[in-house]
């Protein structure tokens, strides 16, 4: 029995790219975001729902549980800071772009551990896997500013590194 070329083709993306942990905790936190948007429902729902999706159990729960909560809890303040680097009203955007630029902004704030490329590369591969065709240009130009505004030693450090190099 062969395999279709499509499916064989991404059982080999898929096999090449692990995912680790956090990175499957971002993408529940990104379904549980546009939930939130679409559906309106609390924390609590979205959080049984989603525990119920295969994979859930390979997720860093803890790190999904903060960025889910924290992104509802911070959801204007994040707004008001994204708002600053986008060039359209934030309503106006689609759901997913949304979702991705909201983890990533309070990633960028809450989460200073992490470095600012990994958490863009990160809202990258998400809008990438999840968004529009172009979707994941957008959200790199707004992260990397909103970055050079609230990480800017980080920012300017890996900047002045790049240069030498």
Same mark, same amino acid.
Request: charged letters at 25%; hydrophobic letters at 40%; glycine letters at 6%.
């Given at each position: 029995? !062969?395999?279709?070329?499509?499916?064989?083709?991404?059982? !080999?993306?898929?096999?090449?790219?692990?995912? !680790?942990?956090?990175?499957? $905790?971002?993408?529940?936190?990104?379904?549980?975001?546009?939930q939130w948007q679409i =559906?309106? &429902?609390?924390?609590? !729902?979205?959080?049984?729902?989603?525990?119920?999706? $295969?994979?859930?159990?390979?997720?860093? *729960?803890?790190?999904f549980v903060a960025v889910? *909560?924290?992104?509802?809890?911070?959801?204007?303040?994040?707004?008001?800071?994204?708002?600053? %680097?986008?060039?359209?009203?934030? *309503?106006?955007? =689609?759901?997913?772009? #949304? =979702?991705?630029?909201?983890?990533? $902004?309070?990633?960028?704030? &809450?989460?200073?551990?992490?470095?600012?490329?990994?958490?863009? &590369?990160?809202?990258?591969?998400? #809008?990438?896997?999840?968004?529009?065709?172009?979707? %994941?240009?957008?959200?790199n130009g707004v992260l990397?500013?909103?970055?050079?505004?609230?990480?800017?030693?980080?920012?300017?450090?890996?900047?002045?590194?790049?240069?030498? =190099?």
């Amino acid at each position: 029995m !062969s395999t279709a070329p499509e499916t064989a083709i991404a059982e !080999s993306k898929a096999a090449r790219v692990a995912k !680790s942990p956090r990175r499957r $905790a971002r993408e529940f936190a990104l379904q549980g975001l546009y939930q939130w948007q679409i =559906s309106g &429902n609390d924390e609590a !729902s979205i959080e049984a729902h989603l525990a119920d999706i $295969a994979g859930f159990d390979k997720a860093d *729960r803890q790190f999904f549980v903060a960025v889910l *909560r924290g992104v509802l809890a911070q959801h204007p303040v994040l707004q008001e800071q994204l708002q600053a %680097h986008l060039d359209r009203p934030f *309503r106006e955007l =689609s759901p997913v772009e #949304a =979702s991705v630029l909201l983890a990533g $902004a309070y990633e960028l704030v &809450n989460c200073p551990q992490t470095p600012y490329r990994v958490i863009i &590369n990160e809202a990258i591969e998400l #809008a990438k896997g999840y968004g529009g065709t172009d979707g %994941h240009k957008y959200v790199n130009g707004v992260l990397d500013k909103l970055a050079a505004k609230l990480r800017p030693l980080e920012v300017e450090a890996k900047r002045a590194a790049n240069r030498k =190099s």
